[in-house]
T-cell receptor, first 116, second 115 residues
Framework: AQTVTQSQPEMSVQEAETVTLSCTYD???????LFWYKQPPSRQMILVIR??????QNATENRFSVNFQKAAKSFSLKISDSQLGDAAMYFC?????????????FGQGTRLTINP | SQTIHQWPATLVQPVGSPLSLECTVE??????LYWYRQAAGRGLQLLFY??????ISSEVPQNLSASRPQDRQFILSSKKLLLSDSGFYLC??????????????FGDGTRLSIL
């Protein structure tokens, strides 16, 4: 069974600095998708970034980028120039492109605090 | 554009009472639909998913049930709530037959407190 592990329950960073959130996963598949979701205090789940396992190039979305290490099954999220609005729970998720409902498997989350 | 609506936003219910949470999606057809529960300070646990009207798959044994009476409507129910049913419930949808690259899109959630 696929599992997703986020080993950092909490992280903090100074405003304008860079922070990296860790995520590892376990799968025997070669083709899959990885996502980072953000959940601010409003509790809404917002997609931050996604990565296709068959792509070697790391995904980037403005200040957000990932370091995808397929052999190591690692998928970390880097937030550059941290802003107060980045404070949230961040969840890493795995999705296998099989038939059917294509379920997401979530990690336990990392609570990110931004210090002004 | 597609939108997902979930209600109520907050609900306080006594133990043993029934439950009905509703989720509807607009702007798309034949979506995959999902119900998640998030306990305080924890990740999301998939409860149910549906790939079509009347088609419900349960991920974990529990006190809850789900139904999909219409293509874009997904309902989470219980006949008798337990204290352990407290939590934050999220509904989500994703496009069907468009590959796993498509993310799931979430509603705003329902905070359920059982007294």
């Amino acid at each position: 069974a696929q599992t997703v592990t986020q080993s950092q329950p909490e992280m903090s960073v100074q405003e304008a600095e860079t922070v990296t959130l860790s995520c590892t996963y376990d799968t025997s598949e070669s083709d899959y998708y990885l996502f980072w979701y953000k959940q601010p205090p409003s509790r809404q789940m917002i997609l931050v970034i996604r990565q296709e396992a068959y792509k070697q190039q790391n995904a980037t979305e403005n200040r957000f980028s990932v370091n995808f290490q397929k052999a190591a099954k690692s998928f970390s999220l880097k937030i550059s120039d941290s802003q107060l609005g980045d404070a949230a729970m961040y969840f890493c998720a795995y999705r296998y492109p099989g038939q059917g409902a294509q379920k997401l498997v979530f990690g336990q989350g990392t609570r990110l605090t931004i210090n002004p | 554009s597609q939108t997902i609506h979930q209600w109520p936003a907050t609900l306080v219910q006594p133990v043993g009472s029934p439950l009905s949470l509703e989720c509807t999606v607009e702007g798309t057809s034949n979506p995959n639909l999902y119900w998640y529960r998030q306990a305080a300070g924890r990740g999301l646990q998939l409860l149910f998913y549906s790939v079509g009207i009347g088609q419900i798959s349960s991920e974990v044994p529990q006190n809850l049930s789900a139904s999909r009476p219409q293509d874009r409507q997904f309902i989470l129910s219980s006949k008798k709530l337990l204290l352990s049913d407290s939590g934050f419930y999220l509904c989500a949808w994703s496009p069907r037959n468009q590959g796993a690259r498509q993310p799931q899109h979430f509603g705003d959630g329902t905070r359920l407190s059982i007294l």
